[in-house]
């Protein structure tokens, strides 16, 4: 007995310490990073085309409001087109998109095309939105300089600012803090919660993701740390063709990561920053989606890396479980309960500092053992299933 409390007495420090430095990194690494925002004094563009495609796939939830924000954009001033790729939806996502194009054709705005992209080629993998990503940038382009063209996905599920496609357009054009061309910018959105499995694992995955792809390091061209955000990506057309687009990376299920490594990889300038202010996104409607989405993506965002899957696994369970379990066992010894409140009050000084910086509310935080230990079944889950492909699935579709 006197084993098991001093070594739960350890693990109990061991959480405050890594609670403590995880909200100091934040500070540092999230908190003081650059955070692009509405221009209220635009310049001249550097730009004489924008496509934006947002790639679909039974999207019947999301499309319309996805829709309704990017077509209440401001002017970015240049022309520009709105291309839906779909991907064979099943269903009411291709009516939805024809309705409300054939509502609003006002003689301004974007040109609109619904692009259905077919089934894919028999004998290649393709994965996920690389398909009707690749089709719809392979449609024609207007005559003029590939350099000064611009390619911009983006999710269904992403709800943009009016302000948000001057603000990014500048941004390229004046070339970011460093004033050096720009190939790719991606932007970290908002991420919002609306049930309750979201606010169990979101805040806590959006902590990890921050601390495990700086910013900083993955703006340094001399650093081989990259990073893209796959629901915001703004290629520079020229780079975007250099590297091979979606099709150079069609069997990759995590394709915002290789593609920004391309990006690096190739010498091309990656511009990774904060967009919560521009950029606006819920991932999932439910615990199967959520479930299904990180049991998807976990394991490949550790690089199929074993140790540190089930070491990010364990740092959630020692971090964000393990205290809530100390507290009762201050009947036994008073010391553990007092760890398991200290490191308690570290899990609400992250979420206020959230709070404080993102304007993410503190709802449920209470119920982050719940969410720690939601992740550590997803972590051996997205293992199995990325190594044997069964279950290994998104939208239903097999990725095996």
């Avoid at 899957?309 to 009947?331: K, M, Y």
């Amino acid at each position: 007995m006197q084993v098991a409390m001093v070594v739960l007495q350890g693990l109990g420090l061991v959480a405050c310490l890594g609670l403590g430095l995880m909200l100091l990194l934040l500070e540092l690494q999230l908190g003081r990073a650059p955070r692009l925002g509405a221009n209220p004094d635009p310049g001249p563009l550097q730009a004489s085309f924008l496509r934006l495609v947002i790639p679909v796939y039974n999207e019947e939830s999301n499309i319309s409001a996805c829709l309704d924000a990017v077509l209440a954009s401001q002017d970015p001033g240049l022309a520009w087109e709105l291309v839906v790729a779909d991907d064979g939806s099943s269903d009411a996502t291709v009516g939805l998109v024809q309705g409300r194009f054939q509502a609003d054709q006002p003689p301004s705005g974007p040109a609109r095309r619904l692009l259905e992209v077919g089934p894919r080629p028999e004998g290649e993998r393709w994965c996920g939105k690389n398909w009707p990503a690749s089709q719809a940038a392979a449609l024609d382009w207007p005559a003029g300089d590939p350099r000064a063209q611009w390619l911009l996905f983006i999710d269904a599920d992403v709800r943009l600012e009016p302000a948000a496609l001057v603000a990014v357009l500048q941004e390229v054009a004046g070339g970011g803090a460093e004033g050096t061309p720009v190939d790719l910018l991606t932007l970290a959105p908002r991420l919002e919660c609306g049930c309750l499995a979201e606010w169990l694992v979101q805040p806590i995955v959006a902590s990890l993701l921050g601390l495990g792809f700086p910013l900083k390091r993955s703006n340094d061209p001399a650093d081989a740390t990259a990073f893209a955000a796959g629901p915001f990506m703004l290629f520079r057309r020229s780079a975007y063709e250099a590297i091979g687009g979606h099709r150079a990376v069609a069997g990759e299920v995590v394709e915002d990561l290789a593609l920004a490594r391309a990006i690096k990889a190739s010498g091309h300038r990656l511009l990774y920053q904060l967009g919560v202010d521009l950029v606006r996104l819920r991932m999932y409607l439910d615990l199967a989606s959520l479930w299904e989405g990180w049991t998807k993506n976990w394991y490949l965002g550790v690089d199929r890396n074993p140790f540190k899957a089930i070491g990010s696994a364990l740092v959630v369970l020692g971090g964000f479980s393990l205290p809530w379990l100390l507290v009762p066992l201050a009947l036994l010894d008073r010391s553990l309960g007092l760890l398991g409140l200290a490191a308690i009050g570290l899990q609400l000084a992250i979420r206020l500092w959230s709070r404080w910086r993102f304007g993410t509310p503190l709802r449920y935080w209470w119920l982050a053992w719940l969410g720690g230990l939601l992740i550590g079944a997803i972590v051996p889950a997205s293992i199995w299933k990325t190594t044997t492909g069964q279950g290994w699935t998104w939208r239903g579709r097999s990725l095996a």
